[in-house]
């Protein structure tokens, strides 16, 4: 905590992810996915120029195969599945940092729309389609990150903010409820006799007076107590209620996460009719066939019993059997 400004290190942390928003996510991988396609076809063109080409053949108008053939090849879709789950970690893991940051995600994902539909469309060889139930394990990618996404927010909004502390002091030190006194209440003594030979400052008398006590950001006994430069019994309440807050934090989180994942499910309540229509239509038919094979069968087996009657009951086999009785009996 010391090497951060006085602001805190959220300030830091959103500088950082503002320039990787705009200048990264917004420029450069914009700017890339239109200049580089460009830049191949180019390439590929000029090589294909150069080459034993008849005359004629340059001059003649070339088919739509062999205009596509000067594209940049597809190459998969994993570069930009692994753009889009890097922005998204981006968002997540530090937006209690930078709150901007899903709107410039937005903006960027509104240019990137139109310019992907460009690359494919006109820069890129027309890829093999190939059917797929949902987008894959990337789906499992994105809920883990979002998922570690609430650990990490709480612990920023807890040990990165005096989000804690206010609370702390203003609940449990505090002697009329508001923050005053708050700032004296984080600061610790220390006397300056204590500095270690070699760290004393140069010019003790820079203020035109001689200190004695300073006072530094911390939670820790004064010189005075009988365990001098200690944490302080406030120090380990403060961080009590930081973990407390991680836990409550998370599990609200995600109870909120499992209303909406409820409350709006992934197949719209039209579309899931639709399907349960399509079921019973499909169960219907299946019966139906059923049906058919079943009297088809009933036909073809009341034909043959029909058939064995009438021939046990023909004239025609009777003589034969009287006669056959009467040579047997002769």
């Avoid at 590929?44 to 062999?66: A, G, H, N, P, V």
């Avoid at 197949?267 to 088809?296: A, N, R, T, W, Y």
Wanted: glycine share 4%; hydrophobic share 40%; proline share 5%.
């Amino acid at each position: 905590m010391e090497e951060c400004a006085h602001g805190g290190c959220l300030m830091e942390l959103c500088i950082q992810l503002s320039i990787t928003m705009l200048g990264k996510q917004l420029i450069q991988n914009n700017l890339f996915e239109i200049g580089i396609p460009k830049l191949k076809k180019l390439i590929r063109y000029i090589k294909s120029k150069r080459s034993t080409f008849q005359e004629e053949e340059r001059e003649k108008k070339l088919q739509r195969y062999e205009t596509d053939f000067f594209l940049d090849p597809f190459s998969g879709l994993t570069p930009e599945y692994m753009e889009m789950i890097i922005q998204f970690g981006f968002v997540t893991l530090f937006v209690a940092s930078f709150p901007l940051a899903p709107l410039f995600a937005l903006l960027n994902n509104i240019i990137e729309i139109r310019l992907d539909a460009k690359k494919f469309v006109a820069e890129l060889r027309r890829p093999v389609a190939a059917r797929a139930k949902d987008i894959g394990i990337w789906y499992n990618i994105l809920r883990g990150v979002a998922k570690v996404a609430v650990i990490v927010n709480a612990f920023v909004i807890s040990f990165t903010s005096d989000f804690i502390p206010r609370l702390v002091y203003q609940y449990m030190y505090s002697p009329d409820g508001s923050m005053h006194g708050f700032v004296n209440h984080t600061l610790s003594y220390f006397n300056v006799s204590h500095f270690q030979n070699g760290t004393t400052p140069m010019d003790p008398l820079f203020l035109g007076f001689s200190v004695d006590i300073c006072r530094y950001k911390d939670y820790r006994e004064p010189p005075w107590s009988p365990t001098p430069y200690e944490v302080s019994k406030e120090f380990w309440a403060v961080l009590a209620v930081r973990l407390a807050f991680v836990i409550v934090f998370q599990n609200v989180v995600m109870l909120m996460s499992d209303i909406v994942d409820w409350m709006i499910p992934d197949i719209p309540k039209d579309i899931s009719l639709q399907i349960h229509k399509e079921k019973l239509l499909m169960v219907d038919l299946f019966m139906k066939e059923e049906q058919g094979k079943m009297q088809v069968a009933d036909t073809t087996t009341s034909g043959g019993a029909e058939k064995e009657n009438a021939s046990n009951h023909s004239p025609l086999l009777r003589p034969r059997s009287v006669s056959h009785t009467q040579s047997n009996s002769y």
